[in-house]
């Protein structure tokens, strides 16, 4: 499971998520889908009453992906600016 998107060089990602834990913090993957590179990890916190925040730059023109390196992740909102 992944959320794709296309994207401007220097836009901002920022994803509102938390892991679908309560106990243990998850890593969501960005990855730059034509060349497979992984260009951040982000940490979606434990599961709690508010929405985890986590951004990164991403820096070329061109279609990302974002999913989790292992378990269960909740992805509430995806925004590029």
Do not use: M, W
């Not at 309560?22 to 916190?45: F, M, Q, W, Y």
């Amino acid at each position: 499971r992944s959320i794709r998107f296309v994207a401007n060089a220097g836009s901002t990602l920022k994803v509102y998520t938390n892991s679908s834990s309560k106990d243990t913090a998850r890593t969501l993957l960005v990855v730059n889908v034509a060349t497979g590179a992984t260009i951040a990890e982000l940490t979606a916190p434990v599961d709690s009453s508010v929405a985890g925040y986590a951004e990164c730059k991403l820096p070329e023109k061109g279609e990302y992906a974002i999913y989790s390196a292992g378990s269960g992740i909740n992805v509430y909102q995806v925004v590029i600016e």
